[in-house]
T-cell receptor, first 112, second 113 residues
Framework: DAKTTQPPSMDCAEGRAANLPCNHSTISGNEYVYWYRQIHSQGPQYIIH???NNETNEMASLIITEDRKSSTLILPHATLRDTAVYYC?????????????FGQGTELSVKP | EPEVTQTPSHQVTQMGQEVILRCVPISNHLYFYWYRQILGQKVEFLVS????????KSEIFDDQFSVERPDGSNFTLKIRSTKLEDSAMYFCASRGSSGNTIYFGEGSWLTVV
């Protein structure tokens, strides 16, 4: 599985957009970009994933560069409850297996 | 929304004792996983399970560990003889047959004393 690089920590003001970057320069053609978050040792929570195109759901938007070597997770209006560790993971989950490998993630602190 | 459920939420056990952690994956999911997280460290992959057999396991998943799907709903992780260093949060996860998303439970916190 390709490795990712994320800043260890970021701050964001409540109500503002949080933009979390991720570099994955060795991503393979069939690997997806996944974002999960973990709030204070709870189970990792799925946020969003994408292959090539930008994606949006009720939680966030995922912007993937054209060369797929980096991506940005956008939380459009961050709240205090979005304070968590955010993990960017690249992986290929296929019919016989595949897994997610977690790195250290980015610790996002949303401040009032 | 369907979810992965785990029991117990917290267990304290004596060193050397056997522990079984239980998980009910999301209904109709076919791929199952166990991960662990030692306090203050990252989430680590232990094992994946599909079609009643282990698909992949990490170096952490040694002979002390085993997994089983004893019936159509439960997925268990057994630690035969617990060590102090087994103290961690253990997360179960599952994925559907055609899905690209793995969903995690809230975890079982194991404390070995």
């Amino acid at each position: 599985d390709a490795k990712t690089t994320q800043p260890p920590s970021m701050d964001c003001a409540e109500g503002r957009a949080a933009n979390l970057p991720c570099n994955h320069s060795t991503i393979s053609g069939n690997e997806y970009v996944y974002w999960y978050r973990q709030i204070h040792s709870q189970g990792p929570q799925y946020i969003i994933h994408g292959l090539k195109n930008n994606e949006t759901n009720e939680m966030a938007s995922l912007i993937i560069t054209e060369d797929r070597k980096s991506s940005t997770l956008i939380l459009p209006h961050a709240t205090l409850r979005d304070t968590a560790v955010y993990y960017c993971i690249v992986s290929h989950l296929y019919n016989q297996g595949g897994k997610l490998i977690f790195g250290q993630g980015t610790e996002l602190s949303v401040k009032p | 929304e369907p979810e992965v459920t785990q029991t117990p939420s917290h267990q304290v056990t004596q060193m050397g004792q056997e522990v079984i952690l239980r998980c009910v994956p999301i209904s109709n999911h076919l791929y199952f996983y166990w991960y662990r997280q030692i306090l203050g460290q990252k989430v680590e992959f232990l094992v994946s399970f599909y079609n009643n057999e282990i698909s992949e396991k990490s170096e952490i998943f040694d002979d002390q560990f085993s997994v089983e799907r004893p019936d159509g709903s439960n997925f268990t992780l057994k630690i035969r003889s617990t060590k102090l260093e087994d103290s961690a949060m253990y997360f179960c996860a599952s994925r559907g047959s055609s899905g690209n998303t793995i969903y995690f439970g809230e975890g079982s916190w194991l404390t070995v004393v």
